[in-house]
């Protein structure tokens, strides 16, 4: 009889036991976060239990391998540390993180039943710096260039942009493409244009931009060599040459190659007087001007695309008819006068002409019989008789 109680009492408190520690777990939940780490960097996994009445914690990887059970290691990876154990936080470290560490880490509380938590470990996969390929140096004017800029080793997959002079280029192919170990992936952007001359010395750009670069893309470029026919402009020191004065004149030659030297002729020919007709470089300079210097001056720029030139026909001027043309013109000035005095005349006869039409005419009776008067003694009468005439047609009434 005894002995039945003892054992049944062995039996029983067990199951009491693990019924007081399940009352005690309850409210007891692993917190974990998500965690995202750069291919090479260091990752933080933080396990947290608010309430805990000495339960275990635990960390594992995402083949469920044991990392740390409270403060104790579990698996030897030099790379895992400890970070931080106590009843409320389990708190481990990752370092130099690879891209195989990525996936789903657990936390475990130990409680019956045993609770978990999951974190996520997303690793990141560093793009590359990336290298602009399709480039020949020099390239011609006029020809259709196409540029190719490419990065590997990115996760998830990077984005290029172009820039041409610090301008975006929008119109470009795309192209992603996963690598052998089919986490990451290599990227590259294709840019087609026909170069020109203002193309030459320009900084073509490519920019790869990735969340694991820190807002600091890398960038490759490349500057172009555009090669061109010259262009040609002739410059003279004044704009009126005048006989007996120097006159220079500027070839002014760009192109690539660098058109070295130019050829000057007069009217399809040589320079007729080498003696004042001095070539320096790509200046012109003609001492002491005369009339026979008059006409078409040629310059004539080449290099190993092409040829071009341009032409100034010089007229020179006599210093006295440009003195008359500077100075005041007195027949111009006569005529505006003389057209003014015009003017004002016929308006003060007109204005005249108005004022004697709408003027009141006051007449005495002389004036008014001499209207009709052929002189002086029938005016008289003639106005005398009005008045007469005037009393006659009076009346009078009683």
């Known amino acids: 009889m005894f002995v039945f109680f003892f054992l049944c009492n062995l039996s029983l408190e067990p199951a009491a036991a693990s019924k007081n520690k399940m009352k005690g777990s309850q409210g007891q939940f692993p917190l974990t976060q998500n965690v995202t780490v750069v291919e090479g960097g260091t990752a933080i996994l933080t396990c947290r239990v608010d309430q805990n009445d000495n339960t275990s914690l635990q960390w594992s990887n995402p083949a469920q391998q044991t990392l740390y059970?409270?403060?104790?290691?579990?698996?030897?990876?030099?790379?895992?540390?400890?970070?931080?154990?106590?009843?409320?936080?389990?708190s481990i470290s990752v370092s130099d993180v690879s891209l195989s560490d990525e996936g789903q880490y657990t936390c475990s509380l130990f409680t019956m039943p045993v609770k978990t938590s999951k974190a996520y470990l997303t690793v990141l996969g560093v793009p590359e710096k990336p290298q602009i390929s399709g480039f020949s140096s020099p390239v011609m004017e006029g020809d259709l260039m196409q540029l190719t800029c490419k990065t590997s080793g990115s996760k998830p997959a990077a984005d290029i942009r172009w820039f041409k002079n610090d301008k975006e280029i929008k119109d470009v192919k795309y192209?992603?493409?996963?690598?052998?170990?089919?986490k990451t992936f290599t990227v590259s952007s294709t840019l087609d244009f026909r170069v020109d001359r203002s193309d030459d010395g320009v900084a073509v750009i490519c920019r790869v931009d990735h969340e694991s670069l820190n807002a600091t893309p890398?960038?490759?470029?490349?500057?172009?060599?555009?090669?061109?026919?010259?262009?040609?402009?002739?410059?003279?020191?004044?704009?009126?040459?005048?006989?007996?004065?120097?006159?220079?004149?500027?070839?002014?030659?760009?192109g690539k190659p660098l058109p070295e030297p130019v050829l000057w002729t007069k009217d399809g020919g040589e320079l007729p007087d080498p003696?004042?007709?001095?070539?320096?470089?790509?200046?012109?300079?003609?001492?002491?001007?005369?009339?026979?210097?008059?006409?078409?001056?040629?310059?004539?720029?080449?290099?190993?695309?092409?040829?071009?030139?341009a032409e100034y026909v010089l007229i020179v001027h006599d210093p006295n008819a440009l003195a008359g043309q500077t100075g005041p013109d007195h027949a111009?000035?006569?005529?505006?006068?003389?057209?003014?005095?015009?003017?004002?005349?016929?308006?003060?006869?007109?204005?005249?002409?108005?004022?004697?039409?709408?003027?009141?005419?006051?007449?005495?009776?002389?004036?008014?019989?001499?209207?009709?008067?052929?002189?002086?003694?029938?005016?008289?009468?003639?106005?005398?008789?009005?008045?007469?005439?005037?009393e006659e047609k009076k009346e009078y009434f009683i």
Request: contains cysteine.
């Open 218 to 254: 890398q960038v490759a470029m490349q500057v172009l060599e555009i090669h061109y026919t010259p262009s040609v402009k002739i410059i003279p020191s004044t704009p009126f040459p005048q006989e007996g004065q120097p006159l220079i004149l500027t070839c002014e030659s760009k």
């Open 175 to 182: 192209l992603k493409e996963e690598d052998a170990n089919r």
């Open 69 to 90: 059970f409270d403060d104790k290691k579990a698996l030897r990876d030099n790379r895992i540390e400890l970070v931080r154990a106590s009843w409320h936080e389990l």
């Open 275 to 309: 003696d004042r007709m001095v070539v320096s470089g790509r200046e012109l300079n003609i001492l002491f001007l005369n009339k026979t210097d008059n006409g078409t001056y040629r310059c004539e720029a080449t290099n190993t695309i092409g040829q071009s030139s």
């Open 332 to 390: 111009l000035i006569g005529g505006i006068v003389a057209v003014v005095v015009f003017v004002t005349l016929c308006s003060i006869f007109l204005l005249g002409r108005y004022l004697a039409r709408h003027k009141g005419t006051y007449l005495t009776n002389e004036a008014k019989g001499a209207e009709d008067a052929p002189d002086a003694d029938t005016a008289i009468i003639n106005a005398e008789g009005s008045q007469v005439n005037a």
